[in-house]
């Protein structure tokens, strides 16, 4: 079921006033009517199960029926770093891997990135990114929205990358296959994977990335287009150590 995300300074007694730009969507895109049951969680993650008591342009009245347990908190932690690219295929990672449950969302600019942001530029690309991640977090019943962070050079973020495992994914890659990677992490919480633009890194930074702590691993004899790579390891990592399949 989906979910809507309020602030708890929303709920007066035992309602809650829907406004602004949640109150647009439920009107006009899912045409919300009296009487319709809907489920909104606040910051601090707790859900309330309510029944539509009125509904206009302005407001809508909800009144709390149940408050459910809050969702558990996800059993890996992972953060996507991912090299920009082109078009809506960045806005199609972000929708994809917040419903893999990603944590944080690093955009980068790398030496064959070919979308260059900066300025004011970046900062409402970084807004639009992250409107993304707050509707896909809230179809996908997520207690939580991914964090998409402003757009980072490769540099800077290898440089402040934390987390227990970190796999910079790379088609060069002839020794460590992500397969036998993994098997030999069995207690890991937390990664971090990097992911490369269109054409992938270039030697210079997988090194520089190496000497910041990076393994580098590969998906086997094919090479996926990088919209593939980052969903197909999000995909994997959640069903060894997250929720997907549970």
């Given at each position: 079921?989906?979910?809507?995300?309020?602030?708890?300074?929303?709920?007066?007694?035992?309602?809650?006033?829907?406004?602004?730009?949640?109150?647009?969507?439920?009107?006009?895109?899912?045409?919300?009517?009296?009487?319709?049951?809907?489920?909104?969680?606040?910051e601090q993650q707790r859900r309330y199960l309510?029944?539509?008591?009125?509904?206009?342009?302005?407001?809508?009245?909800?009144?709390?029926?149940?408050?459910?347990?809050?969702?558990?908190?996800?059993?890996?932690?992972?953060?996507?770093?991912?090299?920009?690219?082109?078009?809506?295929?960045?806005?199609?990672?972000?929708q994809k891997a917040t419903e893999l449950g990603?944590?944080?969302?690093?955009?980068?600019?790398?030496?064959?990135?070919?979308?260059?942001?900066?300025?004011?530029?970046?900062?409402?690309?970084?807004?639009?990114?992250?409107?993304?991640?707050?509707?896909a977090a809230q179809q996908s019943g997520r207690?939580?929205?991914?964090?998409?962070?402003?757009?980072?050079?490769?540099?800077?973020?290898?440089?402040?990358?934390?987390?227990?495992?970190?796999?910079?994914?790379?088609?060069?890659?002839?020794?460590?296959?992500?397969?036998?990677?993994?098997?030999?992490?069995?207690?890991?919480?937390?990664?971090?994977?990097?992911?490369?633009?269109?054409?992938?890194?270039?030697?210079?930074?997988?090194?520089?990335?190496?000497?910041?702590?990076?393994?580098?691993?590969?998906?086997?004899?094919?090479?996926?287009?990088?919209?593939?790579?980052?969903?197909?390891?999000?995909?994997?990592?959640?069903?060894?150590?997250?929720?997907?399949?549970?």
């Open positions: 079921m989906p979910v809507y995300f309020i602030a708890s300074s929303q709920i007066q007694d035992e309602t809650i006033h829907v406004v602004g730009t949640l109150l647009k969507h439920l009107n006009n895109a899912l045409r919300i009517k009296q009487g319709e049951l809907l489920t909104f969680v606040d309510t029944r539509v008591d009125r509904i206009d342009r302005r407001l809508m009245v909800v009144r709390i029926i149940d408050r459910l347990a809050p969702a558990p908190p996800p059993s890996l932690q992972l953060n996507l770093a991912q090299g920009i690219i082109k078009g809506k295929k960045m806005d199609w990672i972000i990603v944590s944080q969302i690093i955009p980068l600019l790398t030496n064959r990135t070919v979308v260059r942001l900066d300025g004011v530029r970046a900062g409402r690309q970084q807004e639009r990114w992250q409107a993304i991640a707050h509707e207690g939580t929205i991914p964090s998409v962070q402003a757009v980072c050079s490769f540099a800077d973020f290898i440089q402040s990358a934390g987390h227990q495992l970190r796999l910079l994914l790379w088609e060069e890659e002839t020794g460590q296959s992500l397969r036998n990677k993994l098997a030999s992490q069995k207690e890991i919480k937390s990664v971090t994977l990097l992911i490369g633009p269109e054409g992938g890194f270039s030697q210079e930074e997988v090194t520089e990335a190496e000497d910041w702590g990076f393994q580098t691993v590969h998906l086997g004899k094919q090479i996926l287009r990088t919209e593939t790579a980052s969903l197909a390891v999000l995909s994997i990592l959640q069903y060894l150590w997250g929720d997907l399949g549970l």
